[in-house]
């Protein structure tokens, strides 16, 4: 078994592509349980096509044993082709160790955030937007950013953070406008809050950076390149926003045709950031740093890749999340919604449940699936008894949904 070591880099694309069609291969045999719901594996006993050897050993095996699976931990007395799959997909998975920040920004100068700018989050958001805004600062002026652009910027956390904790000007997008609101309102009141600050320490210089926000409903890497462009043009909020909405109201072929070549000497570079920029939101942001020269860095936390649009399985235009690649497009792998799901639970996190919680997250699984067969079976019911009889409930009054 021990042929099984991790042996794949992403030091090059070439390696990279390798690693990727590896996964690829791995995956075709299985690809009828990926592309299930997990809650069905229990209602439309899958593991009834899985190997029988393999069931008949797991079946019995102490719930902290299967926990460590994901990890690629298996136990001697296993036969031999369960080994061989739990060690070879160990080998295939792609690390998950937490960088060591400072190694990779030795310039990096993280701040502990006041409580008035820490107003509202929990402990994680508050973590989440300290470290972020701390790597944004440190690539944005190694590369000489003047400006950064929040994508998907919620209620302005992190904008508020850069603005007026490093004192960079931002422009914080979003594609609600009660968000937006939210925002300005917030950053005036830590305005408030500096300005006060200032004036009691004696200081003459009360000017601070506060976070413009643009309501965006329709983001493309075309949309953000023309935000660049009109920060290059004007610096206020108005005019970008007019060239946004504009932008966003057009048809999909004139917004191809828009020229927006824009970067003549003394430009203003960009930093692109966004902290759980969800689904294509994501694609979009790595697009536009690929194709617009004047953003010179990206910084995303994605999240919900299960909202990633599919080519080939969803109706989408031709700018899908998913596959980005001409590699991967050649291989013709097809995840589907549910494949997608599946890949945002991290199975590796199970190891750290212990015995209790583990059995709890197993017996939850099976609850939804009974649950989800006892909705399934009053659907039947209905449907025999009911026929084609019009009913006057409204949907929000009838029985739930049964896919849960």
């Known amino acids: 078994m021990a042929g099984f070591e991790r042996k794949y880099s992403c030091q090059t694309a070439r390696e990279t592509l390798e690693w990727i069609h590896a996964i690829i291969d791995f995956l075709r045999p299985y690809i009828f349980f990926l592309q299930a719901h997990v809650v069905n594996f229990f209602k439309d006993r899958l593991w009834e096509a899985v190997d029988t050897e393999w069931i008949d050993c797991l ?50 100068c993280m701040t502990s955030i006041n409580n008035v700018l820490a107003q509202g989050m929990n402990w ?9 805004a701390a790597v944004i600062d440190s690539i944005a002026r190694s590369v000489g950013a003047h400006t950064i652009v929040d994508v998907g910027a919620g209620q302005g956390y992190l904008a508020q953070v850069l603005s007026f904790e490093y004192q960079l000007p931002v422009i914080a997008i979003d594609a609600s406008s009660h968000h937006g609101r939210i925002t300005s309102t ?49 610096d206020d909020v108005e005019q970008p926003t007019m060239i946004i909405q504009e932008i966003a109201g057009l048809p999909q ?33 790595l697009r536009t740093f690929l194709e617009c020269k004047e953003v010179q860095a990206v910084v995303s936390i994605g999240c919900c890749y299960n909202m990633l649009s599919e080519e080939g399985v ?25 494949s997608r799901d599946l890949a945002c639970q991290s199975a590796e996190r199970w190891k750290g449940l212990g015995k209790d919680a583990g059995l709890h997250n197993f017996e939850l699984h099976a609850f939804r699936a009974a649950f989800q067969m006892f909705l399934e079976g009053s659907f039947s019911i209905l449907s025999r008894n009911f026929g084609n009889k019009p009913c006057n409930r409204t949907p929000r009054e009838g029985f739930a949904s049964p896919t849960i």
């Open 314 to 338: 969803e109706h989408c235009d031709s700018h899908c999340g998913f596959p980005m690649s001409k590699g991967v497009k050649s291989s013709g792998l097809s995840l589907g919604r549910n």
């Open 124 to 132: 994680k958001k508050k973590h989440e937007v300290e470290a972020l």
């Open 59 to 108: 079946r019995n095996e102490p719930v902290e044993n299967l926990l460590k699976i994901p990890s690629g931990v298996v136990q001697d007395y296993w036969p031999a082709s369960l080994k061989e799959f739990v060690l070879k997909l160990s080998s295939l998975a792609l690390p998950r160790e937490q960088a060591d920040l400072q190694r990779v920004l030795p310039e990096l």
């Open 253 to 285: 072929d004139r917004l191809c045709e828009r020229k927006f070549s824009c970067c003549a000497d003394g430009d203003s570079p960009l930093v692109l950031a966004g902290l759980h920029a969800c689904g294509d939101l994501s694609v979009t942001m």
């Open 186 to 234: 917030r950053a005036e009141r830590i305005r408030k809050h500096y300005a006060a600050k200032m004036r009691k320490s004696g200081s003459e210089d009360t000017n601070l950076n506060m976070p413009k926000t643009i309501t965006c409903r329709v983001l493309s890497t075309a949309t953000l390149k023309s935000l660049s462009k009109s920060l290059l043009e004007k």
